[in-house]
């Protein structure tokens, strides 16, 4: 951290010296060699003089320094930056010194050793962090810390910027005129978001833990409404001024990080990443860092993958053809140096080869892969399974360009971030002093209204405390358990899923009364939804098929749990045989992750070091040690690597049967989420696009072929019987139709072997799955 600290005032430096440098102290004339310099005598022609080099085109130092003196602009640009250079450097000092008193504390007070630090996981520092303060209180207000208490002092103000994303309070989703709804949120906007609210010298914190007593009262919420609209006002206008000095900055910086990495790599540019508006949003109340890079890691392939699977037929027809006519150009041009290598001093030549290569690696990114394997619905879900969080209208509609037009604002391209960034400076200040100042007075009530002290820990968001009571959603498994009203609800399942994840990542963790409720009803619908799914043992036979149909690398013990789950309905929904030569049973993926779930918390591990069971599922028995899966789950999932990553790391293997299983449960309340709000909405739903919904509304409800109806059984018992009159003609042509099928479809089974064809076959079988068990889960008809 010290170091990395030190580097960056000397990159500081190093770019303003540098730039100072080529701008005052280099002859371009001379560079180029438009200028004649000869420092051997007189040459008789052009042809004959000397080739020019670095010290014929450098200044000497005394004219490079009068040109330094004589231009007032670069001295007024390098005493704001040694200004600058110096504030950095008098905080790197007060951190160095906080670093140091860290370094103590670990070593005399943890007893952890700084060349073994490395080996120690997250778990085990704060196991010794609450057993020191049994031992020496370092908190006086309480006498045990609990693992949400380090969390809610380390991830305050960060657990404050979740929420405020979550209930749409910061305005990052900009108008942009013929572009629609767009999402802009760079790090210098967030720095200025956190310096007005959090730690700057105005903000609503008097400290690192305590908000102003003022805004915790209501009586003067209008003034104080006012007071921070002025302070956003002077924010922004502030960064007005100081647009251009930031705007050279980030430009400057921009080139000198990317300018290599692109000739190097020209593809980098077309690689994506998680914005920083995705990692918030994304991101479960009292996660740390650590643990949602690695989250978002896993989900890295499949959003990828996910992304790329759409392609514009007429694009790649342009692609190839501009790829082969640059490509033409550039194998001649490396021919001719190939076979005389002074084609290389021609001027521009190796501009033009270097253009054409990058040409060249654009246009590639346009063709689509030849084996790329058009499963949209099922990337989606796997994309589900590791970022937990996924807005509503995306069901059913992943082949949609609007769907992955949204992700694209979580998942964006490496360039667009760069872009975003270099005009950030710009766009920055009006953010502030227009749609941010619009929200004074929403984000004073957030503040009053979702602040809770906490003894030993201070105010915090009450968001954090992931109270089903106070925050929880009826639509999301909390119904009966919640008193909140709409305004208080967090959405997207925000609360319910955090305290899942929060509690699989710290089993020793005692939940509240409220939160145990919760966990024990959602036990209780697993273990009921499990009694009706498929079997674990046949579920897990199949997951080396079902993990080739998602991806093309050999899958661990954790990643066959959730391939299990993630494929089962393309295997259902195809007819595919199990190991049994039967058909598999039909079932949705909320009763296939039940069933895998429930089995988990069945299975037992004699040497893990858990005082009680990590799952959540269904039984509380307590037993010396557990295991995230069963012995037959061992076999049937684990490989001979797993089995020795086993022996070398027990806690690795602990972490990654955690992120499976959490995975597996946001996939299962995601499932039962699209459940409830299918029944909510009447027997038969059309699934729509959401921009279509008002248009549509005036005409009827109409069904687009390539839109789906969820057939929902209806709830009393006379709709039932009317409900079965009016379908007994349906069932006995859908009877006579699945015999068809059947007779054409079974002598064809041995053609569908590939995964293109596993999931294209979906279309036919799944209709009827649907139709027989209308209990299991909606399918897509």
């Known amino acids: 951290m010290v170091l990395s600290e030190f580097f960056e005032l000397v990159q500081f430096l190093f770019v303003v010296t540098f730039t100072t440098f080529l701008f005052n102290c280099v002859e371009y004339d001379v560079l180029f060699a438009n200028r004649v310099v000869n420092h051997t005598g007189q040459s008789l022609g052009p042809l004959d003089r000397n080739k020019v080099t670095l010290p014929d085109a450098i200044l000497p130092s005394e004219q490079c320094t009068e040109r330094i003196q004589g231009n007032s602009w670069i001295i007024f640009l390098l005493i704001m930056a040694a200004i600058f250079w110096v504030y950095r450097l008098v905080k790197v000092i007060c951190n160095i010194l906080s670093y140091w008193e860290i370094r103590q504390f670990y070593k005399k007070a943890l007893k952890i050793q700084m060349d073994e630090l490395c080996n120690f996981t997250w778990q085990e520092v704060q196991g010794r962090l609450i057993h020191l303060q049994r031992e020496q209180p370092m908190c006086v207000q309480k006498r045990e810390l609990s693992e949400l208490d380090i969390y809610h002092r380390i991830l305050r103000f960060k657990n404050y910027t979740v929420a405020m994303i979550n209930k749409s309070l910061l305005p990052v989703r900009l108008r942009v005129p013929f572009f629609g709804d767009m999402i802009f949120l760079t790090q210098g906007l967030k720095y200025n978001f956190e310096l007005i609210l959090f730690w700057g010298p105005l903000s609503l914190f008097q400290n690192k833990w305590s908000l102003h007593p003022k805004y915790k009262r209501a009586a003067n919420r209008q003034e104080l409404a006012k007071q921070l609209s002025r302070v956003i006002l002077l924010t922004g206008l502030v960064n007005l001024l100081l647009c251009p000095f930031v705007l050279v900055w980030q430009v400057l910086y921009a080139f000198f990080s990317y300018a290599e990495v692109i000739k190097r790599e020209p593809g980098s540019l077309g690689a994506r990443r998680w914005s920083l508006y995705g990692r918030l949003y994304l991101r479960h109340f009292n996660e740390l860092d650590h643990e949602l890079q690695g989250r978002l890691g896993r989900g890295y392939k499949p959003a990828a993958k996910y992304m790329n699977a759409f392609v514009s037929p007429l694009l790649a027809v342009f692609a190839k053809n501009v790829a082969f006519f640059s490509g033409s150009v550039l194998a001649v041009l490396i021919a001719l140096t190939v076979y005389d290598e002074d084609v290389l001093t021609v001027q521009h030549i190796l501009t033009a080869i270097t253009v054409l290569g990058v040409i060249i690696t654009i246009t590639r990114s346009f063709i689509p892969d030849e084996h790329m394997v058009w499963c949209p619905e099922q990337l989606l879900q796997c994309v589900l399974a590791h970022i ?57 009530d957030f503040f009053r209204n979702f602040t809770v002290d906490v003894a030993g820990v201070g105010d915090i968001c009450s968001f954090a405390q992931m109270d089903i009571r106070r925050h929880g959603n009826p639509q999301w498994m909390s119904e009966g358990q919640t008193e909140a009203s709409v305004y208080q609800q967090a959405e997207n399942g925000k609360t319910e899923l955090s305290l899942m994840h929060f509690t699989i990542k710290n089993p020793h963790w005692q939940p509240p009364q409220e939160s145990s409720v919760f966990i024990s009803h959602l036990k209780e619908k697993v273990h009921q939804d499990a009694q009706t799914g498929p079997s674990p043992q046949l579920l897990l036979s199949e997951a080396p098929l079902c993990t080739s149909l998602l991806s093309n690398e050999s899958a661990t013990g954790p990643d066959n749990l959730l391939a299990s789950v993630l494929a089962h309905p393309v295997l259902t929904a195809s007819g595919l045989p199990g190991r049994n030569r039967r058909f598999v049973s039909p079932s949705s993926a909320a009763s296939a992750a039940a069933s895998v779930l429930a089995s988990l918390s069945s299975s037992q591990q004699p040497h893990t070091s858990r005082s009680r069971s990590h799952t959540l599922l269904p039984s509380r028995q307590q037993h010396d040690g557990t295991m995230y899966c069963s012995d037959y789950t061992m076999g049937d999932s684990m490989s001979a690597s797993d089995s020795r990553m086993l022996s070398q790391s027990h806690s690795a293997l602990a972490s990654e049967f955690a992120s499976a299983e959490m995975s597996l449960h946001a996939i299962y309340m995601h499932e039962v989420h699209q459940q409830k709000t299918q029944h909510a909405s009447g027997p038969f739903q059309a699934s729509v696009p959401m921009r279509d919904l008002s248009a549509n509304s005036a005409q009827g409800p109409q069904i687009q072929p390539a839109q789906t109806v969820t057939l929902v059984a209806p709830t009393s018992g006379h709709q039932q019987r009317e409900q079965l009159k009016c379908l007994q003609p349906v069932h006995f042509c859908l009877f006579l139709g699945v015999v068809a099928l059947l007779w054409f479809e079974i002598p064809l089974m041995k053609h569908v072997g590939t995964p293109h064809q596993a999931c294209r076959s979906r279309s036919l079988s799944e209709p009827f799955a649907s139709l027989d068990a209308p209990s299991s889960g909606s399918e897509d008809l």
């Open 388 to 444: 937990h969080y996924m807005p509503d209208h995306w069901k059913g509609n992943a082949n949609k360009s609007e769907t992955r037009d949204e992700m694209a604002q979580l998942f964006q391209y490496k360039a667009v971030f760069i872009l975003e960034e270099l005009l950030s400076p710009i766009i920055t200040p009006f953010i502030l002093i227009f749609p941010l100042r619009s929200k004074s007075l929403e984000i004073i």
